[in-house]
Nanobody, 119 residues
């Protein structure tokens, strides 16, 4: 049973910082890629940032230069450092992992963590 457990959300003032973490546990062969998505009220879930097994990263234009995605392969943990936060960053943030299970790649999601940017 694969589990993704997120932590680090909360309330922060505009201009502040938060770091999200996502720990992957369970039985799998390897991690193909991992990413962070977010969903604001009344909006569709959108990609925030993604990191491939090669270390290549890509970001949504709205967060470039402010957010940094990274991963600790030894700990199977994904991070999202969020700086210069804006009210429009308010959303539930979800961790996603694409894992090799045998010869197949499966998608897994965390439970979500709330990030609220408000004064």
């Amino acid at each position: 049973q694969v589990q993704l457990v997120e932590s680090g959300g909360g309330l922060v003032q505009p201009g502040g910082s938060l770091e999200l973490s996502c720990a992957v546990s369970g039985s799998f062969f390897s991690i193909d890629s991992m990413g962070w998505y977010r969903q604001a009220p009344g909006k569709q879930r959108e990609l925030v940032a993604r990191i491939l097994s090669s270390g290549t990263t890509n970001y949504a234009d709205s967060v470039k230069g402010r957010f940094t995605i990274s991963r600790d392969n030894a700990k199977n943990t994904l991070y999202l450092q969020m700086n210069s936060l804006k009210p429009e960053d308010t959303a539930v943030y979800y961790c996603n992992a694409r894992l090799w299970i045998g010869v197949r790649i499966n998608d897994y999601w965390g439970q979500g963590t709330q990030v609220t940017v408000s004064s």
